[in-house]
């Protein structure tokens, strides 16, 4: 659709941003479901966050996504943050809805969606295992203990940080940290195994966050990077037996998510994965 001035706009704002693939989903959404709005990255650097926060309302801009390293800091600048965004500690989608900037974090809900979708089945009452415990690891628990998950373990190298975020979501469910070299123990219970840090995407290729002949036959391994497409630690579970899941489903639905939350319209899923899927094998 041509631009007019009705058309609504939209955005992603990153430090850096030119590898962002939210603009091309995002306008493949509007496309086809003729939505009159328009979407573009926008490079924002930390010094000037506060003025494209404001800008959003000078602007009569219709959201934004954020992303890195804008995620936490962004907090301070909005009106009202939804429960994911505060259990989480962390924005990702802005909506401007009545003069009002109120931040969501739909990455974790976005990751468990793709799950649940992708694998064909609900995961109420599973057993899951979560390695890392940064920020893609927080939002993750939370969407999981959303779902009713029977227990989360979260396993990390630092086991401070493993045991903090258990602690922070004590309330909401039965989520455990440990240590990564005492996966051994807790592993064979395991129905889910998901790998939320960065080790296997490039270019630290040859890195897995696990010692794969721990995982069992039948396990779901489940990575959040898609770049690679197969990581070291999913080709290791895949010839252990595990059945796969990867993380452009994450990338995906937490954009539909943002998606539904400005629009009030579901999101055209399969055409968003279509036009993104294409660009990632033609690069
Ligand atoms: P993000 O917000 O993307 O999750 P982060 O907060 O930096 O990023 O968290 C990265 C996660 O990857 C952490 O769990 C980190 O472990 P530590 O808490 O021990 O630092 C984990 N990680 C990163 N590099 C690692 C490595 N070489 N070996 C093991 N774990 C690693």
Redesign the pocket.
């Known amino acids: 659709m041509m631009s007019s001035s009705d058309t609504k706009v939209y955005g992603v704002i990153g430090d850096p941003i030119h590898h962002s693939k939210s603009p091309l989903m995002m306008n493949e959404a509007f496309k086809v479901l003729k939505i009159n709005a328009a979407y573009y990255a926008f490079h924002v650097t930390e010094e000037h966050l506060p003025a494209a926060i404001k800008g959003i309302k000078a602007l009569q801009l219709g959201g934004v996504n954020v992303t890195?390293p804008h995620k936490e800091t962004v907090i301070r600048y909005l009106d009202e943050l939804d429960e994911s965004a505060q259990w989480i500690g962390a924005v990702n989608t802005i909506v401007h809805r009545d003069g009002k900037l109120i931040g969501y974090n739909t990455d974790g809900l976005g990751y468990v969606r793709s799950l649940i979708e992708e694998s064909g089945q609900s995961i109420a009452g599973k057993n899951v295992i979560v390695?890392?415990?940064?920020?893609?690891?927080?939002g993750i628990v939370y969407a999981l203990c959303k779902q009713n998950v029977d227990r989360v373990i979260v396993a990390?190298?630092?086991v401070s940080?493993?045991e903090q975020l258990a602690t922070d979501f004590s309330s909401f469910g039965e989520v455990k940290g440990i240590a990564?070299e005492s996966l051994a123990e807790v592993i064979q219970a395991a129905d889910i195994v998901i790998n939320?840090?960065?080790?296997g995407m490039a270019p630290?290729l040859n890195?897995t966050?696990m010692e794969a002949h721990l995982l069992q036959p039948g396990q779901v391994a489940s990575d959040i990077v898609y770049t690679p497409w197969t990581t070291r630690f999913l080709r290791e579970a895949s010839e252990r037996g595990c059945h796969l899941h990867r993380g452009l489903g994450m990338f995906i639905y937490q954009g539909a998510l943002a998606f539904e939350h400005w629009t009030g319209e579901q999101a055209p899923v399969k055409q968003m994965r279509a036009i993104v899927q294409r660009s990632l094998t033609t690069e």
């Open positions: 890195i390695l890392g415990a940064g920020g893609a690891a927080r990390n190298r630092t940080r493993a990564t939320t840090t960065s080790l630290h890195t966050p």
